[in-house]
């Protein structure tokens, strides 16, 4: 089994209209060389889930100046000035989340759970027009399961089969996203041959991923680069 | 006078106990790992994936693929773990966060918390602060007492659009230490040189005072 492609692959599996989740905090852990490519490629009316939307400069910011996005699905978009200035003319709508409520309604999708009841967002704007109901004397809203057309993850090593490690707090989103999409492209920094991963440290089972094409070009920009000098002072 | 944010962030360090898993909100409240106090450990959880957040890194050891929850560039701990997003909020609702520390904009004296938006100005999102202030075991929030303006941020109910209902266990304010109770703030300690009548003047809900 060899599910390796090119970028121009998946790329074509991404129409005007899709819906496209996307791997990533902030900017750690990012499909980032397929959302370059994604932002020349010309395709619109997109909505996007992912639980920020990049920096002006980079990430699905690039999308959003490019004026690809319809939607986004997010928990927090406070990093990307330039959408709030498309988001107050109207040409892009934004659906909150609390972030945990994202993460269990992604990972519902992907395994055939079509909704949860969840305390969080109770009695908040988060719980208008849905059902709430009460459990073992405390209230829950209910929140349905979340699924796309496509999946753009990050991870760092790729097998031919599509099995997948990430490194350090890469990890965030991508595996839940991985198995929540019709067609789940996993971008990766080495591809490695079938049994060269530690099996016991594969994080996403094969089964999950169509398509692995190796990233070509990685900037990892560091969003909020924080650091203590050696003398021990500061913090 | 008043506490700096230092010694506010010191007052909610002293809050924490040995073993005890926190989660620190964005701002103040990241402050507070300088203030763990002697002779005890804590695990810090970053809900972007990380239990055993260490200190900031060195110049030469800072890593892209570390970071925490406010997106800052951080170290594991010894005994650290990693998981993604749906483990990390598993971890939050679930109960097993001993304690998150928050910042807050509003705390009514019912616990109800405001600290995700101001109707009428942009939204940035709630991240993960709907679910960390009402999931963990004890929420403790630090904010300043009063607005720039003076109003009081300490409220009977309130202003401004919840973030969770009855979720705040204790305030740490520049004036003092703050239960709530359900229908009065109970004053617990107040920083040197604040008076009863201040902090009175100063909060908006009903003020009782221990002992």
């Known amino acids: 089994m060899n599910k390796v492609g090119t970028l121009e692959q998946a790329l074509a599996r991404v129409r005007d209209g899709s819906t496209i989740m996307m791997g990533g905090f902030g900017l750690c852990g990012i499909p980032e060389n397929l959302v370059r490519a994604l932002a020349q490629s010309g395709q619109k009316n997109l909505t996007i889930i992912s639980n920020n939307a990049g920096v002006d400069s980079a990430g699905i910011g690039l999308l959003i100046k490019s004026g690809q996005v319809r939607k986004m699905i997010s928990s927090y978009i406070g990093e990307n000035k330039m959408l709030e200035a498309r988001v107050i003319s109207g040409e892009i709508d934004v659906e909150l989340n609390p972030q945990g409520t994202l993460a269990e309604r992604i990972r519902c999708g992907g395994a055939g759970i079509a909704a949860f009841f969840t305390p969080t967002g109770v009695g908040t704007l988060v719980a208008e027009g849905k059902e709430v109901r009460e459990f073992d004397g405390r209230l829950y809203v209910m929140e349905r399961a979340l699924r796309a057309e496509v999946a753009f993850v990050k991870a760092y090593q790729a097998d031919h089969h599509g099995n997948l490690v990430y490194r350090k707090t890469t990890r965030n989103f991508n595996p839940v996203m991985a198995t929540a999409a019709d067609f789940v492209v996993a971008e990766v920094e080495e591809i490695v041959p079938a049994g060269s991963l530690a099996t016991e440290n594969i994080v996403t089972p094969s089964v999950f991923v169509d398509m692995v094409i190796k990233g070509e070009q990685y900037e990892k920009r560091i969003e909020k680069r924080v650091y203590r000098e050696k003398s021990g002072a500061g913090a | ?211």
Request: net charge negative; glycine share 14%.
């Open chain 2, 1 to 211: 006078m008043s506490w700096s944010r230092e010694e506010q962030a010191r007052r909610a360090g002293a809050e924490l106990k040995d073993g005890d898993i926190v989660n620190l909100g964005i701002g103040l409240p990241t402050e507070v790992a300088n203030y763990v106090p002697r002779g005890i450990q804590v695990m810090f959880h970053s809900e972007n994936g990380l239990l055993g957040m260490g200190p900031f890194p060195y110049e030469d050891e800072l890593d892209p693929q570390i970071i925490n929850a406010g997106k800052q560039t951080v170290t594991l701990a010894p005994g650290a773990s990693l998981f993604d997003s749906a483990l990390s909020f598993a971890m939050i609702r679930g109960g097993h966060v001993d304690v998150a520390i928050l910042g807050g904009l509003e705390v009514a004296q019912n616990g109800d918390l405001a600290n995700w938006m101001i109707p009428g100005k942009m939204v940035t999102g709630m991240g993960g602060a709907m679910d960390l202030a009402g999931g963990a075991k004890k929420t403790l929030v630090m904010q300043t007492h009063t607005s720039k303006t003076g109003e009081s941020k300490l409220m009977d109910r309130l202003s401004l659009p919840p973030t969770a209902l009855g979720c705040v266990n204790r305030v740490i304010t520049e004036l003092g230490v703050f239960d709530c109770c359900g229908d009065h703030f109970l004053c617990l300690e107040l920083a040197p040189g604040v008076s009863r009548e201040e902090a009175v003047a100063r909060t908006k809900g009903e003020l009782r005072f221990a002992g």
